[in-house]
């Protein structure tokens, strides 16, 4: 795990200085403090900085072919990466390192741009080819690692964090208002887009080719589809999950490093516990974070886990004075970024870092499983849902404007006056009525011609798909799994040189759960029920059964005691930044009945406080 950035001149006769390579490196230190590196000839710079996991002593990057015609810098990891270099030294191929990165450039050398279909792993990483004057770039399947680049007709920059891009343009550091209303809306940046108009990410699964005087060619090299293989047994599916998990966990579990788990007490990552137990040698160590309040706290789930498996087991408890982390993790993510949960994934993996260097991680099997509570609400609605689409909309969104918001189930009523097949795209922490609101008149005009919606939806109804659940499943694994999920996992770790690994999301793994039916997947009200009947051979009925929980944080609890003074401090009144964006009248409106207990606006408060904070900082 590394941290990359990079700038090529399209003018071959504009070089590259050494000192902006330096400036951008120097910025992500924190991705990797063990080494630095750098390649700067003529018109092109990368530069990179390492966290050493696998071939400590020769891994050096940035790394070339064997006539340096070829440089690479590269952030991730490849796990088939010795079976590559056994099928490219049989080829010819003469390799000088062990690294997994040196198996990146001799693929593309054989392969060009397809190298990507051969890699199994997580990866952003950049190529520079020297014979054709030709940069190659990449970023693996779901975007567990990031990619961020800058692009104008003399120049591309590119780099692992925004704050390097931003280094080298901060004349094009202008704010995207279509973004902050995906922010207000989701709690972050989605799509290729970024906070900043000029700013872009290279999207999952991905490769972007710039020509010899700049060219462009962004294509999309894989994608996921649901084709639902009946033929199978439950108990078929159970054995080729608890196989293939238990082969992609064993893959991951390469290093040359001490090397643990984060384990929360849930089924996903009490899975991963199990299963890097069955392949491991010595006791794995396992980290936990908890609340003292107990609604939150799954503490005992995660102990149950660690004894049954004699882990080696560390806990911490999260207090609410974590807040004052808040200018930290406007640092860390150079964007506003409304997950909460974004404190305890920092403290976990600050506490891990001080015993090991690399972690796995449960993520994704809520998406792959279809896990989350949403997906029942949805699913309920929509078969709740019999009137016919012109009807409804004016029926329920009727009763919507009709009902006190004090009534439950007034929230149903928004969503079943959408489109019956897309309307959960408009899940959010603001809604429609809400922004028109929030925002400032004049800049609300704007935006309610095309509102965050609208491209969910796209993404909802153009999945390739008639499959409802399986559509959510996909719109999440496109939009909060990668901008909001990984994302958080990604600068939480990274902030403290941590590198965490998710074998659930092996693309692999993930093909074959795509080929398993939606009604194994929620059986009548059971989510991730084929999952839970694969893992029952390893874990106890408590951990299988408990009611989901997340990794979520007490901000309820928080905002009306411990930090109410904080946020009051914060948001009421009419002056700073946020207000020129905002409606400082129905911000205190909403913060006032948030205190009087009317309602809970704890998840919109947090996004505010998130957006002053970094607007203030973006100021200063």
Known sequence: MCGICGKVNF???????????????ELIT???PDDSGYYVKGNVGFGFRRLSIIDLHTGHQPLANEDDSIWIVFNGEIYNHVSLREQLIAKGHKFKTGSDTETIVHLYEEYGSDCVKHLRGMFGFAIWDEKNKKLFCARDRFGIKPFFYYLDHEKFIFGSEIKCVLNQTKSTSTLSIPMLDQYLTYGYSSGAGTIYQNIHKLMPGHTLEIEQGGKVKINRYWDIHYTPDYSKSEADWCELLDN???????????SDVPLGAFL??????????????????SPVKTFSIGFKEEEFNELKYAREVAKMYNTEHHEQIVEPESVSLLPHLIDS??????DSSAIPTYFVSKFARQHVTVVLSGDGGDELFAGYNKYNRMMNMRNFNVLPEN??????????????????GKGATYYLSKPKDSFPAYLSIWQQAERSKLFKKELWHDIKQSPAELNRIKGFTNSGSDDFLFNMQKMDMQSYMVDGVLTKVDRASMQNSLEVRVP??????AELTARIPSELKMKGTIKKYI???AMKKHLPESIISHKKQGFSVPLKAWFKEELKDYVNDRLLGTKGPLYDYLDPTYVNQIVNDHNKGMRDFNNKIWSLLFLDQWLNSRNG
């Not at 293939?244 to 390469?254: G, R």
């Not at 659930?504 to 793994?509: A, N, T």
């Open 391 to 408: 009807l409804s909309k004016h029926f329920w969104g009727g009763m919507h404007k009709m009902l006190p918001n004090s009534v439950k």
């Open 244 to 254: 293939k998990l238990s082969e992609s966990v064993k893959a991951h579990l390469m």
């Open 11 to 25: 003018d071959l006769g504009k070089p590259v200085f050494q000192d902006e390579i330096h400036k951008m490196t």
């Open 264 to 281: 929360s007490g849930g089924v996903d990552s009490s899975a991963m516990v199990a299963l890097m137990s069955k392949n491991s040698s």
């Open 30 to 32: 924190h991705r990797g």
């Open 504 to 509: 659930i999301l092996d693309h692999e793994f």
């Open 531 to 533: 999952f839970k009947e």
């Open 333 to 338: 993510y150079d964007e506003p970024f409304a």
